[in-house]
């Protein structure tokens, strides 16, 4: 459903921006269409790579830059808090620009700031580096499906929207399993090499091949006003219950799964002893489980909708607590821990669909912002999650990190069947208003 509504907005924002490619005939613009599409899957591809990739070397980061894990995982942590601050705030500010002139700022900083992480002589220079990385990269993969509409056709912009964030999932898998492998036969600056290379590449070949308006908005400021008015508008979303606690959701419940996964890879090698090519083995099978937990999370959608969340979310922290028992038993964890990965993104499109829902029932006006809740969420969640997960490594020691997440699997349990009551409670009283 978050697809679906995504699509419309963005068909209207194409329609807005005046694309030059509408002018010209459809026989003309297939090709160049596809091939710029084909381009901003890579972009989104190149997105995922810069965001994960710090996760499979951060025992190697921490040893280059003498610091702590702890202090590595705040690599991440920072990145996800930028992510959720900035998406919706410039996705809304921006509204105003011209589009491919915005499109082609933020690639300049997205690749600017892989550079800067890939060459950096300090770790402060890193991290400032991820920071701005993460405050970009939500906002240029917004502008980026605004595309393709143009490009694909409004009824088949939803499919295209799908595989461009696939390919960011798809890179989650990748960028931390490749990232192990890297290690083990040459160096982790590679992996970092890489990553700039993908956003190098993918940058320029957009900045040669998507059409440019011919002409900024003529709305000028009369749009930026409007945006501010929209914002205003929006913001009474958030008194929602179910809103409110479907936030809570994510930020307890991913965050118990980065409590882990945000130091998988001294998890995997210091605490349970795997050597790095079979912990990125390990990385790569945990990745692919993580695309089976997204399909899962649209079938449980489609067939029961939030019902079974709060029993999935309480078997997530199952998982955790019993990653927890079983120590430094290597064998016996990894059943845990796949477990997790089967887990961890099963409840996503359920909460989507909810939030939608709200929106559409009390505040039609609000679908805009209603479909930034998910990704936001979810990195408040990633963002939590290391956050946590560095001050149990820092004072308890990797082994305990399950015990913790566990503890915030159960507080988002308690939370999904909050939000479930209230959204049942509406489904009940209210008819959609759009």
Known sequence: MEKTTRTDHHAN????????????PAKKTTKRSMLCFVLFVLLGFSLGCSEFVVIGIEPELAENYRCSIARIGELISLFALAYAIATPLLSIFTGSFRRSTILVVYLAIFVV???VSATAPTYEVLLISRIVMGAV??????????????LLGA?????????????F????????SAGRFIVEYLTWQVAMDAAFVFALV???????????????????????????????????LFKEPPIIFGVLLFTFGVGAVYTFYGYVAPYLETYLGFPPAQSGLILLVFGIICIVSDLISGVVDVRAGMKPIPAMLFALALALLALWLCKTNSALALVP?????????????SCITMFMGVA????????????????????IGIAFGTLVGGLVVTHAGLGEVGLVGGILGVLSCICAAIARRFWQRMQDSSPDRS
């Open 360 to 379: 559409r029932k009390r505040h039609p006006r609000a679908l805009v912002l209603a479909a930034s809740i998910e990704p936001t969420s979810f990195n």
């Open 169 to 176: 999932s798809i890179a989650l898998v990748l960028a931390t």
């Open 113 to 115: 700031s892989n550079f």
């Open 137 to 150: 990269s939500g906002p240029l993969l917004a502008v980026a499906t605004t595309y393709v509409p143009d």
């Open 337 to 349: 821990i796949f477990l997790i990965a089967l887990l961890m993104y099963s409840f996503s499109i």
């Open 202 to 236: 993918s940058a320029v070949l957009l900045t040669i091949f998507v059409p440019h308006e011919a002409s900024p908005h003529k709305e000028g400021s009369a749009q930026k006003h409007s945006a501010l008015a929209s914002l205003r508008e929006q913001v009474i």
């Open 155 to 167: 009824h088949r912009s939803s499919i295209g929207i799908s595989i461009i964030y696939a390919a």
């Open 13 to 24: 924002t194409a329609q807005a921006h005046g694309s030059t490619e509408a002018a010209t």
